[in-house]
Structure formats: structure tokens, C-alpha cells
């Protein structure tokens, strides 16, 4: 099993900029890739950023120079860096692991981000 704890969320003004952390236990050996997806009231849970774990990434294109995923894989936590936050990227962000050889996933329970003009 692996499981994930989202933290970092919060209110915060237009231009400014945020932290999210992913912290991973469990079974981290057998983690293949992470991400972080947002969901907005309203709208489908979106991905905003994919990282392998041998270290290629991806990007929205509506966050792409925007924001940054990284691992810390000494602290076994994910991050995702925002910068120039606009609000529309007022959302829930979670974050989620796709682990073992049969593709099992995990998600983590969310952290908000308010983002007010």
C-alpha cells in the first residue's frame, strides 16, 4: 500500500505563490509515477503536473512555466512549486501515486488553494 498526505494549501493573492507537499509512505519501491491534480467546484479532476520516478516530467498546458513538480526522495515527498497563481486555479489539489507491476493507484485527501483577485 501507499499512502499520501497533502499539505501546503491556502488563501492567496493573484501573482503570488504556493507550496504543496505530498508526503508518501508505504510501499515507495514500488511507486512508477506521481502527480498532482486539481479539481474546481463544478469541473472534472484535471491533471496539473505527472513526474516518473526516474525523473521525466509533465504539464498542463495552462500551468506550464508556472508551476514545478519535484521529489525529495530523502523526505519521500512530492512537491508542486506555484508561482504567478491566477484564480482559476482555485482548487482542490490532490495528489496521487500509481504503485506495483498492476498499476494500482492511491490518492491523498486534497488541499485547498484559493487563489482571490
Known amino acids: 500500500q501507499v499512502q499520501l498526505v497533502e499539505s501546503g494549501g491556502g488563501l492567496v493573492q493573484a501573482g503570488g505563490s504556493l507550496r504543496l507537499s505530498c508526503a508518501v509512505s508505504g510501499s515507495t519501491f514500488s511507486i512508477k509515477t506521481m502527480g498532482w491534480y486539481r479539481q474546481a467546484p463544478g469541473n472534472q479532476r484535471e491533471l496539473v503536473a505527472g513526474i516518473v520516478m526516474r525523473g521525466s516530467t509533465n504539464y498542463a498546458d495552462s500551468v506550464k512555466g508556472r508551476f514545478t513538480i519535484s521529489i525529495d526522495s530523502a523526505k519521500n515527498t512530492v512537491y508542486l512549486q506555484m508561482s504567478s497563481l491566477k484564480p482559476e486555479d482555485t482548487a482542490v489539489y490532490y495528489c496521487?501515486?500509481?504503485?506495483?507491476?498492476?498499476?494500482?493507484?492511491?490518492w491523498g485527501q486534497g488541499t485547498q488553494v484559493t487563489v482571490s483577485s
Open positions: 496521487k501515486a500509481v504503485w506495483s507491476d498492476y498499476g494500482s493507484v492511491s
